[in-house]
């Protein structure tokens, strides 16, 4: 006679129990946001892992530079590309502030947004799933980056941080499929919402009316709607605007200005808010 | 002290900054770690520290927590079913038996994740999988010789 609880039927049954915690727990982190705290915590414990893991890459790079014999000069070279990228980044910045700015002074009695504060950031790792278009920076709460700072490069908007720890954070990058921004084209202000698509080289606006005044070339920016993003950081140029026959609504397939995939410094935006 | 020493390397596996390049054409280790002992210690392997062992590489991965809990356990119950036939064929028959196996979990993984938002495409995962199945072999070596040093080390102290 066949037991009633033979090894197969317990060990589905000890399957079934792992699937039904697996899928809560993608629910609730999914959807609610609930365990950062699990997953900050979880992180922190595996920071020995991660610089054992970025160790040979430390070290090699660390001895391209020795062979090169002139520790000054490049010590003195890294801190000019920095302050080279950051002064690129102002520059970009600053030219669609002139342009706002004359607008508003048209306008009059606008107040003019110019509080910034920008923290230089490296890219330490992209995750390796083909699918999540996250990296982690070597900046984390110990340097006051918390959730929600924008991070920026030299050519445009990268993203921001979604979970901080004390000596990391993982920044999301806006071609992450679960990535939404609220932008606006430069030319005619005309809003919409940016979404990810899942590549890094593409995003998309959707559902805009067929009627959109919108050509390939046009240059995407922050909107600033949101409250997280200051208005007028470069985002995107458009590449392709599709309007199928008998279809109310345009999609917009732009390119991210950020090449993120050769990314390796960042700038993470800590000014407070406001406008 | 063996799970701890493979479930370390294979954290250190993921860990490591791989160029964007080569994101298309890595293994998964996560899975290849459960793999291992779905197969070859499936007399070891308990659910819970499974499942346990599944978040720190959610974190690496920065997918939902709970998505390779879900994905380990349906592996590592497969292997299990599968494990006797398939520890004694050839690395050819083996891999493709892995292969099989991943595919499956890919297609979970491709529904799990289609649900949280993100837009996979099924020919990569399929892709991985392949890769994975490939890479098999080797890292099964290394498990094992881990397996015995640890092991070895266990007896000398005794």
């Known amino acids: 006679m066949r037991p009633l609880f033979s090894e197969t039927s317990v060990a589905a049954v000890r399957l079934i129990v792992a699937v039904t ?12 946001d609930a365990l950062t705290m699990v997953r900050q915590a979880i992180k922190t414990a595996l920071w020995p892992v991660e610089q054992i893991a970025y160790f040979p890459g ?18 003195r070279l890294e801190t000019i590309a920095l302050e080279n990228e950051r002064l690129r980044t102002e520059q ?10 004359a607008e508003l002074r048209r306008l009059l009695g606008v107040k003019e947004r110019v509080n910034e504060r920008l923290l230089q950031a490296q ?5 390796n799933d083909p699918f999540v278009h996250r990296v982690t920076i070597n900046r984390g709460l110990l340097a006051g980056v918390t959730e929600g700072r924008p991070v920026i490069s030299a050519d445009g908007l990268v993203g921001q941080v979604v979970v901080s720890y004390p000596h990391a954070a993982d920044v999301l990058l806006m071609t992450d499929a679960t990535h939404h921004l609220p932008v606006q084209v430069t030319r005619t202000r005309e809003r919409a ?18 009627t959109v005044d919108i050509v390939p070339g046009d240059l995407l920016e922050t909107s600033g709607l949101g409250d997280r993003f200051q208005p007028g950081i470069p985002v995107a140029e458009v590449k392709e605007v599709i309007r199928a026959p008998g279809q109310p609504f345009a999609r917009v397939i732009a390119a991210p200005l950020t090449p993120m995939a050769r990314l390796s410094l960042v700038m993470v ?6 406008s | 002290m063996i799970f701890l020493a493979t479930w370390l390397v294979t954290l250190l596996l993921i860990a490591l900054p791989y160029p964007a390049w080569m994101m298309l054409v890595l293994p998964h280790f996560g899975f290849l770690f459960v793999t291992w002992w779905g197969l070859m210690r499936n007399y070891q392997l308990s659910m819970t520290l499974l499942l346990i062992s599944s978040l720190p590489i959610d974190v690496l991965y920065g997918t939902s927590l709970g998505l390779h809990g879900l994905l380990f356990a ?6 299990t ?19 099989v196996v991943l595919l499956i979990a890919s297609a979970v993984s491709y529904w799990a994740r289609t649900l949280t938002g993100q837009s996979p495409e099924f020919l990569i995962l399929v892709l991985q999988a392949v890769v994975s199945a490939l890479v098999w072999s080797p890292l099964r070596w290394l498990y094992d010789s881990l397996a015995d040093s640890v092991q070895g080390l266990g007896t000398q102290r005794q």
């Open chain 1, 21 to 32: 915690f697996s899928v809560a727990t993608i629910f609730i982190d999914s959807r609610f």
């Open chain 1, 58 to 75: 430390r070290v090699s790079s660390e001895i391209a530079i020795w062979v090169q014999s002139h520790d000054l000069i490049s010590e």
């Open chain 1, 92 to 101: 970009l910045k600053l030219q669609t502030l002139r342009a706002e700015n």
């Open chain 1, 123 to 127: 890219i330490e790792r992209l995750s």
């Open chain 1, 193 to 210: 919402i940016a979404v990810g698509v899942g590549r890094m080289d593409r995003i998309e606006l959707r559902n805009l009316p067929d």
């Open chain 1, 269 to 274: 935006d800590l000014a407070e808010g406001d």
């Open chain 2, 74 to 79: 349906l592996i590592a119950y497969a292997l």
């Open chain 2, 81 to 99: 079913l599968l494990g006797p036939s398939v520890r004694q064929v050839n690395w050819v028959r083996q891999s493709l038996a892995v292969f």
